[in-house]
């Protein structure tokens, strides 16, 4: 073990013991406490708990069986195919079991009462040649109107090969340090998928990572993580399941006045034109969304 995780694993094995919050390991150092992004439960080692701490994303290979996967791939074909022909309708969404699969990782990032926000079978088509399916950078939390941030994590499972050629994800290491930034529609050529709003102003020197994954490779994030996706350059479809989960002890905001309004309004705009909602509020598309996966629902 390296002499900084030797020093890490002191440190934690210390502040778990005499403190109910953990202190950030770079504070600890400064001795001022201030925020820490994960908590040590057993699961992550030292080393890994740093990585996330310093990287705001964490990958774990192999984290998801062959088998599983497959399954999901099917259930999903399935669901899709009864939707469409309507004889059928699942309450529960079909991933769930993805979503209840790696609950002992998700604790590390938002304790023990877990909820699971938001489920995605991400099918990123081939790219037509107009770029589109490409996904600006952004940061997750954008879309988010519940708080605290440190409390919320995003897992992101590659279903196939994931490489740049068929358009992995592409991370800022670190950016989770900062602060939520204006996001808008991009102004690209060839256009840009609805709701996919990017970060106006990010440096352009920032070390970028494209983290390409084996089938079962999961990545954690942290929602301030400013990342994206590249285009698409093979003929198939690039599949991943992604869950957004948070702590419920999360609460929800009010985003008016803030950068996020501007997605507020666009959600409340879909949910009366798709579903003639009116004056749904934005918190609401979250609250009907989530569903308690482990512990308690205590306000989320
Ligand atoms: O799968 C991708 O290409 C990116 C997904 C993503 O960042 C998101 O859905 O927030
Ligand atoms: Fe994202």
Request: charged share 25%; glycine share 8%; with cysteine.
């Amino acid at each position: 073990m390296s002499r900084a995780a030797e020093r890490l694993r002191t440190v934690i094995h210390h502040l778990d013991g005499a403190t109910a919050t953990i202190v950030s390991f770079r504070s600890v150092e400064r001795s001022e406490c201030s925020r820490t992004y994960s908590f040590d439960t057993g699961t992550l080692t030292p080393e890994q708990r740093l990585f996330y701490e310093e990287n705001g994303f964490l990958l774990i290979k192999n984290l998801v069986s062959e088998t599983d996967i497959d399954r999901f791939r099917y259930t999903f074909h399935f669901y899709v195919m009864n939707e469409l022909r309507k004889t059928f309708i699942d309450i529960e969404p079909p991933l769930i079991q993805y979503c209840l699969g790696i609950l002992k990782y998700v604790e590390c990032f938002t304790g023990p009462n877990i909820m699971a926000m938001h489920t995605m079978l991400i099918n990123k088509p081939p790219d037509a040649g107009d770029k589109t399916s490409r996904h600006p950078m952004h940061q997750d939390l954008h879309y988010f109107p519940f708080r605290p941030t440190d409390r919320i994590v995003c897992a992101w499972t590659a279903m196939e090969r994931v490489t740049r050629q068929n358009g992995c994800l592409v991370v800022l290491p670190g950016t989770h340090k900062g602060a939520l930034q204006e996001h808008d529609y991009p102004d690209w050529e060839g256009g840009v998928n609805k709701m996919y709003h990017g970060v106006r102003d990010y440096d352009p020197d920032h070390p970028r990572l494209h983290v390409e994954m084996e089938k079962g490779d999961t990545v954690f994030f942290h929602p301030l993580l400013i990342h994206g996706s590249g285009m698409n350059q093979t003929q198939g479809f690039r599949k991943a399941i992604s869950c957004h989960y948070a702590s419920g002890d999360c609460y929800y905001i009010d985003v008016r006045g803030t950068t996020q309004e501007n997605i507020e309004n666009e959600v409340k705009e879909l949910a009366q034109k798709k579903y003639g909602m009116n004056e749904v509020a934005f918190k609401d598309t979250w609250a009907f969304r989530g569903r308690l996966v482990q512990g308690e629902r205590t306000s989320l």
